[in-house]
């Protein structure tokens, strides 16, 4: 049953102080509210728990993408539509865009945020096994100041991250990928649209003389939290890609995640999929 609208209360802040004023006055009070795209969808199903919504799409700190020789920057409430938009991004971040297309529809990819899509920490979420591929950072930002911390390692379990009470995310940065690298990304779902995904793979790997030089890969769905499979890559850095490698790659692979079976798809099915998926990658390499 859909919640009873009258009971929620709303503030909508202009700046990031106002935003980190309430959170500091009040821990435990507020809730963020961007593009609403996932809490749209507790209300509607009368399991939004929280009551008082700071909604921060009126704060302009949060908003825009920014780049330098080295890095590019989205602010926390960057849309999918200003993602696939932006012409850097789509040059040097081809995973994000992939994503960003198949994230919903067009009203989704209008309303839907980066920083929620993290923060939500759903393991089926689109754009994180992208995000952790090309090494993100994040800003996270209260009262006290601001910190960079590593995206990998940020989720520590089911909808759990190491985010303070009266902390936000503001920014999320990630450097230029060598110009060489092979970017894979491929999201299984049971549409081609529209569908939240039973697996979804993201790869970076650059080759030197025949020999994997780097090679990042993380797959979401198939654990708690969309993971990055650093025994797979540290078993690929250094060697050269026959069947034998692959198959061993693929052993190793299938030992670091976890799939279960849901309403969307079977353990059984997630991890060959995924197998076939880490092959497809490493094939492209
Ligand atoms: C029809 C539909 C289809 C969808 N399809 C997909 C899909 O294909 N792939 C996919 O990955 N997702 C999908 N989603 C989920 C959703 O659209 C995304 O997760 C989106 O990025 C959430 O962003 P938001 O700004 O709307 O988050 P909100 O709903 O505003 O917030 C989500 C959570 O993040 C918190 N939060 C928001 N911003 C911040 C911040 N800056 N700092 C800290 N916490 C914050 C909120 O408090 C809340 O807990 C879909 C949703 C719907 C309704």
Same mark, same amino acid.
């Given at each position: 049953?859909?919640?009873?609208?009258?009971?929620? !209360?709303?503030?909508?802040?202009?700046?990031? $102080?106002?935003?980190?004023?309430?959170?500091?006055?009040?821990?435990?009070? &507020?809730?963020?509210?961007?593009?609403?795209?996932?809490?749209?969808?507790?209300? !509607?199903? /009368?399991?939004?728990?929280? =009551?008082?919504?700071?909604?921060? &799409?009126?704060?302009?700190?949060?908003? /825009?993408? +920014?780049? @330098? $020789?080295?890095?590019?920057?989205?602010?926390?409430? @960057?849309?999918?539509?200003?993602?696939?938009?932006?012409? =850097?991004?789509?040059?040097?971040?081809?995973?994000?865009?992939?994503?960003?297309?198949?994230?919903?529809?067009?009203?989704?990819?209008?309303?839907?945020? *980066?920083?929620?899509?993290?923060?939500?920490?759903?393991?089926?979420?689109?754009?994180?096994p992208?995000?952790?591929?090309?090494?993100?950072?994040?800003?996270?930002?209260?009262?006290?100041?601001?910190? &960079?911390?590593?995206?990998?390692?940020?989720?520590?379990?089911?909808?759990?991250?190491?985010?303070?009470? %009266?902390?936000?995310?503001?920014?999320?940065?990630?450097?230029?990928?060598?110009?060489? /690298?092979?970017?894979?990304?491929?999201?299984?779902?049971?549409?081609?649209?529209?569908?939240?995904?039973?697996?979804?793979l993201?790869?970076?790997?650059?080759?030197?003389?025949?020999?994997?030089?780097?090679?990042?890969?993380a797959v979401g769905?198939v %654990?708690?939290?969309?993971l990055?499979?650093? =025994?797979?890559?540290?078993? *690929?850095?250094?060697?050269?890609?026959? $069947? +034998?490698?692959?198959?061993?790659?693929?052993?190793?692979?299938?030992? !670091?995640? @976890?799939?279960?079976?849901?309403?969307?798809? @079977?353990?059984?099915?997630?991890?060959?999929?995924g197998?076939?998926?880490?092959?497809?990658?490493? !094939? +492209?390499?």
């Open positions: 049953m859909r919640s009873d609208v009258t009971q929620y !209360e709303m503030v909508a802040p202009k700046s990031l $102080d106002e935003v980190l004023a309430n959170l500091s006055s009040e821990p435990g009070k &507020w809730t963020l509210f961007a593009g609403g795209t996932d809490l749209m969808v507790l209300m !509607e199903s /009368g399991k939004l728990a929280p =009551k008082n919504f700071l909604s921060l &799409w009126g704060v302009k700190e949060l908003k /825009g993408i +920014s780049y @330098t $020789d080295d890095s590019m920057t989205f602010g926390a409430l @960057t849309t999918y539509g200003e993602l696939q938009r932006h012409s =850097k991004v789509r040059e040097y971040f081809p995973m994000l865009i992939q994503a960003a297309k198949e994230t919903g529809g067009l009203a989704i990819q209008n309303r839907g945020t *980066l920083g929620g899509n993290i923060a939500n920490a759903s393991p089926a979420a689109d754009s994180p992208g995000l952790l591929v090309y090494d993100a950072e994040l800003e996270l930002t209260s009262v006290d100041g601001s910190r &960079w911390v590593p995206y990998d390692g940020f989720h520590t379990g089911y909808k759990q991250m190491k985010l303070g009470e %009266a902390e936000l995310i503001t920014k999320i940065r990630v450097p230029r990928p060598d110009p060489k /690298g092979v970017h894979y990304f491929k999201k299984v779902g049971t549409r081609r649209a529209q569908a939240i995904s039973k697996i979804v993201a790869g970076f790997g650059l080759m030197n003389e025949g020999a994997v030089k780097t090679v990042r890969i769905s %654990a708690a939290i969309t990055r499979c650093h =025994k797979t890559e540290a078993f *690929l850095t250094g060697k050269s890609l026959n $069947d +034998s490698v692959i198959a061993e790659a693929s052993e190793i692979f299938g030992g !670091e995640i @976890t799939p279960i079976d849901d309403v969307r798809s @079977t353990g059984r099915y997630r991890r060959q999929v197998k076939n998926l880490l092959k497809d990658f490493l !094939e +492209s390499l």
